[in-house]
């Protein structure tokens, strides 16, 4: 039979949690849980997920996708209107791969009854490789080349708030609402991993941090209920869509994916039952686009400033995270060598993508409104590059803009800036 197992090899870096997702919440690292030695000085195995770094080419390509066809208008996009307005879901990806990666270090801490990386070095490392990147292409398209006005708010921005005010939230960098949302959970989950950790001192590791993936869970069904009830009216009450407790049972989604990997790890009989199950990752794909498509013609997207309320609100989430589930199970169960899609989230091209994605997702918007011309106050406050009304609307070159300028500049993020940050987070 052949091995299906991830990667692994041995290494002495110290233990680490493995990357976020960037393309549209938060920056890459290598898509890997890190090993290193532990309080003994026992040197730990590195598991490598080759896959994750294509699932996060493919999530920020669907909101690059998203975001032109949103600025062209149903007019100008025909057929791909109707999947494009749901391709937001990219976020929810996002959000179910940094539960996976940011968690599974302290679950398999847990499971190992040692120490994982300690909360301030965790927060340090998390700081070097978001906050530098977002504040330079925050003061960028603020002052250098101005596409939006931050006023004497601008603190809100700078310091991840924006989300917490109706007023603010969609101002700055549009789409850092979900960088917010991802800011408020690396706040919370190492003080919520110790909490587990010290539960497991008592309880098998495994079935206390499962138990604990269920009641974030819950939460998050319980916290959308309960602001429906109490904001009833969507012109009036705060983004509450956007906070990460509407939003933590996707993150749960990827915190128990990470657990039973985990497990399968120390449990042979349930690493080969899963490897067998998540074999074809084509039929687990097929599944996951077919309830895409389902969700896209049959109830659609939802006004980014009213928001979303009641069953659709629960509905969509339940949709999304087993679309993401979908993706995200083969890329870490199952023989990575096999099939046409574990190939393809390997090719380099998509790859270096994934690599780069953080800077994509903060450069693209942004490049494409100053691509057309933008109206307020009765009149024209800025021309864009295409300053022809059959111009103006075409996604093919809004699509050319969002991804050759978010590509470039994101690459030039990455090299001179990002990667040799990552030189400095051992210093804590």
Not at 132 to 141: E, G, I
Not at 343 to 367: E, I, N
Request: glycine content about 10%.
């Amino acid at each position: 039979m052949t091995d299906s197992r991830p990667v692994t090899t041995t290494t002495k870096d110290s233990p680490e949690p493995g990357a976020t997702p960037s393309g549209t919440t938060a920056p890459p690292e290598p898509a890997a849980s890190h090993g290193g030695p532990d309080a003994t000085g026992t040197t730990r195995p590195r598991v490598h997920f080759p896959g994750l770094e294509g699932l996060r080419a493919l999530a920020a390509v669907m909101v690059v996708v998203h975001h032109a066809v949103a600025t062209a208008g149903p007019g100008r996009t025909g057929l791909l209107w109707t999947p494009a307005a749901v391709f937001d879901a990219g976020v929810a990806i996002f959000f179910v791969l940094s539960g996976f990666l940011i968690y599974r270090p302290y679950a398999a801490a847990h499971n190992e009854r040692r120490k994982p990386l300690r909360a301030a070095s965790f927060w340090w490392r998390r700081l070097l490789r978001i906050v530098p990147a977002y504040w330079l292409v925050l003061t960028f398209f603020w002052k250098v080349v101005p596409t939006y006005e931050l006023g004497d708010q601008w603190w809100r921005y700078y310091l991840f708030l924006q989300i917490y005010s109706r007023d603010y939230t969609l101002g700055g960098i549009v789409q850092a609402w979900s960088l917010c949302t991802e800011v408020s959970f690396y706040l919370v989950i190492p003080i919520w991993a110790l909490a587990m950790g010290w539960i497991s001192k008592r309880v098998k590791g495994v079935y206390v941090d499962l138990a604990g993936c269920a009641a974030l869970g819950l939460l998050g069904v319980g916290f959308r209920k309960w602001a429906t009830a109490h904001w009833s009216d969507p012109a009036t009450r705060p983004p509450t869509f956007q906070w990460l407790p509407a939003n933590i049972d996707l993150f749960a989604v990827g915190m128990t994916i990470a657990v039973l990997s985990v497990w399968a790890s120390q449990d042979g009989r349930l690493q080969r039952l899963a490897d067998r199950v998540f074999a074809w990752a084509e039929v687990w794909w097929a599944l996951g686009i077919g309830i895409f498509v389902w969700y896209a013609y049959r109830v659609g997207g939802v006004d980014p400033v009213a928001g979303y309320a009641g069953f659709e609100w629960q509905q969509r989430q339940v949709i999304v995270a087993a679309v993401a589930a979908c993706l995200l199970l083969p890329a870490v169960f199952g023989d990575q060598r096999q099939g046409v899609i574990r190939k393809g989230l390997l090719l380099r091209p998509v790859v270096w993508v994934g690599m780069v994605s953080y800077g994509l997702y903060l450069w693209h918007f942004d490049w494409m409104k100053r691509s057309v011309d933008r109206s307020g106050g009765g009149g024209l406050v800025t021309q864009g590059w295409f300053n022809t009304p059959e111009l103006n609307s075409n996604v093919i070159k809004l699509l050319a803009v969002g991804l050759g300028m978010g590509l470039l500049c994101a690459a030039i993020s990455w090299y001179a800036l990002e990667k040799p940050l990552q030189r400095f987070k051992r210093l804590i």
